[in-house]
């Protein structure tokens, strides 16, 4: 059974930075794609960041493009998203997600119905 495991997004203020961490849990292999999503109240989820099984397809979303950054760590089955320059308007429940299905390179890594694991997501607050 894969768990994802999100452990703490935490407060800041604007212009600071912030890394929720996610530990994939029970996978036993590398071989999956990555997600980042938000969801801020009264709004839809959007996708944050992701990557594709060999972590050379990225995607960010416009708003985020160049403040964070998607990373992995294989050793400790471990995945992260850096957001620096934080505004307010990034306040939103963060969640990790994992996709262990290998998929044809046109389903974008930014499509959240293609996540098999998500995590029970953490709240990211900034403040002004």
């Known amino acids: 059974q894969v768990q994802l495991v999100e452990s703490g997004g935490g407060l800041g203020q604007a212009g600071e930075s912030l890394r929720p961490p996610c530990a994939v849990v029970?996978?036993?292999?590398?071989?999956?794609?990555v997600g980042w999503f938000r969801q801020a109240p009264g709004k839809e989820r959007e996708v944050v960041a992701g990557?594709?099984?060999?972590?050379?397809?990225?995607k960010y979303s416009d708003d985020m493009k160049g403040r964070c950054t998607i990373s992995r760590d294989n050793a400790k089955n471990y995945v992260s998203l850096q957001m620096n320059s934080l505004k307010p308007e990034d306040t939103a429940d963060y969640y990790c997600?994992?996709?262990?299905?290998?998929?044809?390179?046109?389903?974008?890594?930014?499509?959240?119905?293609?996540?098999?694991?998500w995590g029970q997501g953490d709240q990211v607050t900034v403040s002004s």
């Open positions: 029970g996978h036993t292999n590398n071989d999956y794609a």
């Open positions: 997600a994992v996709d262990p299905i290998q998929r044809p390179v046109t389903v974008r890594v930014g499509s959240a119905w293609r996540y098999v694991y």
């Open positions: 990557f594709g099984w060999s972590a050379d397809i990225q």
